[in-house]
């Protein structure tokens, strides 16, 4: 399937900025499940200071917000082609250990109460305890907006009982840990089936499974990834796989306003 990417994202401070870095993770991968035909990225109101892969092998623009701005405004626009592979992305690689996706993060840490639900799951086949594991997380937390943020724990969202794609996929990683799953958290692209316009990008889990390596989870709409996917940037969670995170000095208030549009 050939998707169309269209995602701007706008940051307005309510004074002029002296000194703000922006860390953008917003190039599309290439790998088994994907091509991309073209993508580029225009900035304005800051200036692109390093251009790099970090150990994920994630693409990175640093932009340093210009000085005295009180706005910086990214657009991406792309085309990428993508292919079923009913989810499974195949062997690792990168720089990256296997053993490194097993260690608990802030944000994936496991307590009791996870644990448990990992536990009630477990079995010998291991590609039907993650199928079941997705399910059971998607049963226990509600799809609900509003109610978390991106600090928000596993554990703290399985309390809960409600959160988002991001949420899930942290639940998910940490109950698959705490098996002796590898597993690592994906920000990306979704192209819905019932409107182009969005408001946010989309998040999802994978996990290392014997003799069929990374394997993708998407909790919160109950399938594996197929072609409506385009996968961004990887991380043992969120934090390390954002697809912009920064910090800035000044500036007083930020509003940010995104506009994406996902289409075949």
Not at 97 to 126: I, K, M, N
Not at 192 to 220: C, I, K, N, Y
Request: charged content about 20%; glycine content about 10%.
């Amino acid at each position: 399937m050939l998707l169309k990417i269209c995602h701007h994202t706008h940051y307005k401070f309510e004074q002029a900025v002296p000194y703000g870095l922006q860390r953008l993770r917003l190039i599309p991968k290439e790998n088994a499940a994907q091509h991309v035909l073209n993508w580029s990225t225009e900035i304005e109101g800051g200036t692109v200071e390093a251009d790099y892969f970090d150990y994920h092998n994630n693409h990175v623009l640093l932009v340093r917000i210009n000085e005295g701005a009180q706005e910086i405004s990214v657009q991406c626009d792309g085309e990428v082609e993508t292919i079923d592979t009913a989810g499974v992305l195949g062997r690792h690689g990168g720089h990256v250990p296997l053993w490194y996706f097993l260690q608990p993060t802030r944000l994936t840490e496991a307590g009791r109460e996870l644990q448990g639900l990992a536990r009630s799951v477990a079995g010998d086949d291991q590609l039907q305890v993650l199928h079941r594991l997705a399910a059971r997380v998607l049963e226990t937390v509600r799809y609900d907006i509003g109610h978390t943020d991106t600090a928000t724990t596993a554990d703290a969202a399985l309390a809960a009982g409600h959160g988002v794609c991001q949420d899930h996929a942290h639940i998910f990683i940490a109950a698959a840990r705490s098996l002796g799953f590898p597993a690592r958290y994906v920000s990306g692209y979704l192209m819905l089936t019932d409107r182009v316009e969005q408001e946010a990008s989309h998040a999802w889990a994978e996990a290392h499974v014997d003799g069929l390596g990374w394997v993708g989870f998407d909790v919160s709409n109950g399938i594996s990834p197929d072609t409506r996917y385009v996968r961004i940037a990887t991380g043992t969670d969120y934090s390390e796989a954002a697809p912009i995170s920064g910090l800035s000095y000044g500036g007083g208030e930020q509003q940010m306003v995104v506009s994406l549009s996902v289409e075949q």
